[in-house]
C-alpha cells in the first residue's frame, strides 16, 4: 500500500513539473514575441526631422481628415502638430508672439530640436510651421523620443559646416536675405532663401555664428 501511495505521489509531482515546465516555456516564448513586436514597433518609427531635412519638405502625404494632415495654400503638404507630438513627446514648451514652441534635445548627438506652430488655429488643427534644428538650445528641452539628429543635413550643409557653405548653398538658389538676429538671446546671422525656380511654399534658414553653421531650418511660407 505504501509503495503504491509513494508511486502516485511520485507521479503527480512528475506531472506537476512537466505542467510547469512547459507554461514557463509558454511564457518565455510569449515574452519573445511582445519583445519583438515592440522591437519593430520602435524600428518602423517614422523619422520626421530626418526625412523632412532630406527632401527640403515636409512629407506628410495628402489632405486626410482621419490622419488630420494637411496642405498649405502654396500646395505643399505640412504635419499636423498632434501626429509628431505622439511620436516624440509633448517637449518642452514655450510660447512667445502667437507662436508655440516645442523643444528637444537629442543627447546622443547633442543637438537641439524646435517645432513651431501658429497659435491662431484651435489646438486640433494646429500645424508644424517650422523645424528648427540647432547645436544648442534651452536647459530644459526635452530628451524625446527623436530619432538620431547628428547627421541631419540641408541642402548638403550640416551643423558645424563653414559659414561659406552655407552662403554658397542659399545663393545657388533662391536668396531672399542675410542679417543677424537674436536666437535664444545668442547673436547669430540669419539666412533665408527659398527653391529656385518654383513657389513651393517652403522656406528655408541657416544660422550663422563665429563663421559656422549652427542653425537648420526647413519652414512652411505664409
Given at each position: 500500500m505504501d509503495a503504491q501511495r509513494n508511486e502516485s505521489i511520485v507521479g503527480h509531482s512528475f506531472l506537476r513539473e512537466r505542467a510547469w515546465r512547459k507554461f514557463a516555456r509558454d511564457g518565455l516564448w510569449a515574452l519573445a514575441l511582445m519583445c519583438c513586436v515592440a522591437g519593430a514597433a520602435v524600428a518602423r518609427q517614422r523619422q520626421y526631422v530626418v526625412e523632412s531635412f532630406a527632401k527640403g519638405d515636409f512629407v506628410a502625404r495628402v489632405y486626410d481628415q482621419s490622419k488630420r494632415a494637411t496642405?498649405?495654400?502654396?500646395?505643399?503638404?505640412?504635419?499636423?502638430?498632434?501626429?509628431?507630438?505622439?511620436?516624440?513627446?509633448?517637449g518642452w514648451v514655450s510660447v512667445e508672439n502667437g507662436m508655440q514652441y516645442r523643444w528637444?534635445?537629442?543627447?546622443?548627438?547633442?543637438?537641439?530640436?524646435?517645432?513651431?506652430?501658429?497659435?491662431?488655429?484651435?489646438p486640433f488643427y494646429r500645424i508644424i510651421d517650422e523645424m528648427l534644428v540647432l547645436s544648442f538650445g534651452p536647459a530644459r528641452a526635452v530628451a524625446g523620443r527623436t530619432e538620431s539628429?547628428?547627421?541631419?543635413?540641408?541642402?548638403?550643409?550640416?551643423?558645424?559646416?563653414?559659414?561659406?557653405?552655407?552662403?554658397k548653398a542659399a545663393k545657388s538658389r533662391?536668396?531672399?536675405?542675410?542679417?543677424?538676429?537674436?536666437?535664444?538671446?545668442?547673436?547669430?546671422?540669419?539666412?533665408?532663401?527659398?527653391?529656385?525656380?518654383?513657389?513651393?511654399?517652403?522656406?528655408?534658414?541657416?544660422?550663422?555664428?563665429?563663421?559656422?553653421?549652427?542653425?537648420?531650418?526647413?519652414?512652411?511660407?505664409?
Open positions: 496642405k498649405s495654400d502654396s500646395g505643399s503638404t505640412v504635419y499636423d502638430q498632434s501626429e509628431l507630438v505622439r511620436a516624440y513627446g509633448p528637444y534635445r537629442d543627447a546622443g548627438s547633442d543637438r537641439w530640436l524646435r517645432l513651431a506652430s501658429d497659435m491662431d488655429a484651435a539628429l547628428g547627421a541631419v543635413g540641408l541642402f548638403g550643409v550640416t551643423l558645424g559646416s563653414p559659414a561659406d557653405a552655407a552662403v533662391h536668396w531672399l536675405r542675410r542679417g543677424p538676429m537674436r536666437l535664444l538671446g545668442q547673436r547669430v546671422e540669419e539666412i533665408e532663401f527659398l527653391t529656385r525656380g518654383r513657389d513651393d511654399g517652403m522656406i528655408y534658414r541657416y544660422y550663422l555664428r563665429e563663421g559656422k553653421v549652427v542653425g537648420l531650418s526647413v519652414g512652411v511660407t505664409e
